[in-house]
């Protein structure tokens, strides 16, 4: 498998997240410890004349 052909998703998914639980389960809990991509903004409103439109939203991987 070469890694310089998966996404960035898969990467996390395949790699990050086994490590961070633990073989056993026994490091982090995934229902409650753990977020995927949290978006903590809606985005900028942006204003020009009578459209009013927004911005991209800001995540946290």
């Not at 997240?17 to 985005?43: C, N, S, Y």
Request: charged content about 40%; proline content about 2%.
């Amino acid at each position: 498998m070469n890694k310089k052909d998966l996404t960035e998703a898969d990467i996390r998914t395949k790699f990050v997240t086994p490590a961070l639980v633990g073989a056993g389960g026994d490091k982090w809990d995934l229902m409650t410890q753990i977020r995927e991509e949290f978006h903590f903004t809606r985005g900028r409103v942006i204003v020009r004349g009578r459209t009013v439109r927004r911005g991209e939203a800001k995540k946290a991987d």
